[in-house]
T-cell receptor, first 114, second 114 residues
Framework: KAGVTQTPRYLIKTRGQQVTLSCSPI?????VSWYQQTPGQGLQFLFE???????NKGNFPGRFSGRQFSNSRSEMNVSTLELGDSALYLC?????????????FGPGTRLTVL | TQLLEQSPQFLSIQEGENLTVYCNSS?????LQWYRQEPGEGPVLLVT?????EVKKLKRLTFQFGDARKDSSLHITAAQPGDTGLYLC??????????????FGRGTQLTVWP
């Protein structure tokens, strides 16, 4: 069974631009979560989607948004990029949301903002 | 504020030594997961513990969930260079408003020298 895939793997943007990242979950997984990972803050939760609905959202500004499609694939968008948005963005999928919530991660998208 | 505190933050040891990584919180979790992450890749799930007091063994790795389900530990026996990586603990809170969300510790960077 194929794992979680994320595209692109690497991205370089400049301040003020916007970016869209894509995530394809493991087949059959309907929950997709997004995390931002930086050396200083570790993994920070962005949001989680289940059956095309955002169920949870972390403490990030409105410039960070996402959506999920009927095939469970998900995208996240960051508008008006700032230098501090440089990070590894990780997508994780899970089969069931409770009680164990085991999440399986993709390789991530490395975003660099210049 | 990190819900989960991991210690130590860095660990550098020689091949063959034993080590323990701790993950502590004041919150109760319905389950706790341990991941290992290598540079440029997403975290890989090692184990999930769900019952207070539970002990799970994975070859040379032993995972324990505290009786009160607030803390966990990872013990590695006879560490090998292949164990090098960032070890992350993550907790799932059994509350309706946080379904689908994992709370991560900041990680322990382990380096095992030959």
């Amino acid at each position: 069974k194929a794992g979680v895939t994320q595209t692109p793997r690497y991205l370089i943007k400049t301040r003020g631009q916007q970016v869209t990242l894509s995530c394809s979950p493991i087949s059959g997984h309907r929950s997709v979560s997004w995390y931002q990972q930086t050396p200083g803050q570790g993994l920070q939760f962005l949001f989680e989607y289940f059956s095309e609905t955002q169920r949870n959202k972390g403490n990030f500004p409105g410039r960070f948004s996402g959506r999920q499609f009927s095939n469970s694939r998900s995208e996240m968008n960051v508008s008006t990029l700032e230098l501090g948005d440089s990070a590894l963005y990780l997508c994780a999928s899970s089969l069931v949301s409770r009680p164990f919530n085991e999440q399986f991660f993709g390789p991530g998208t490395r975003l660099t903002v210049l | 504020t990190q819900l989960l505190e991991q210690s130590p933050q860095f660990l550098s040891i020689q091949e063959g030594e034993n080590l323990t990584v701790y993950c502590n919180s004041s919150s109760v979790f319905s389950s706790l997961q341990w991941y290992r992450q290598e540079p440029g890749e997403g975290p890989v799930l090692l184990v999930t513990v769900v019952t207070g007091g539970e002990v799970k063994k994975l070859k040379r790795l032993t995972f324990q969930f505290g009786d009160a389900r607030k803390d966990s530990s990872l013990h590695i026996t006879a560490a090998q260079p292949g164990d090098t990586g960032l070890y992350l603990c993550a907790g799932a809170a059994d509350r309706g408003s946080t379904l689908g969300r994992l709370y991560f510790g900041r990680g322990t960077q382990l380096t095992v020298w030959p």
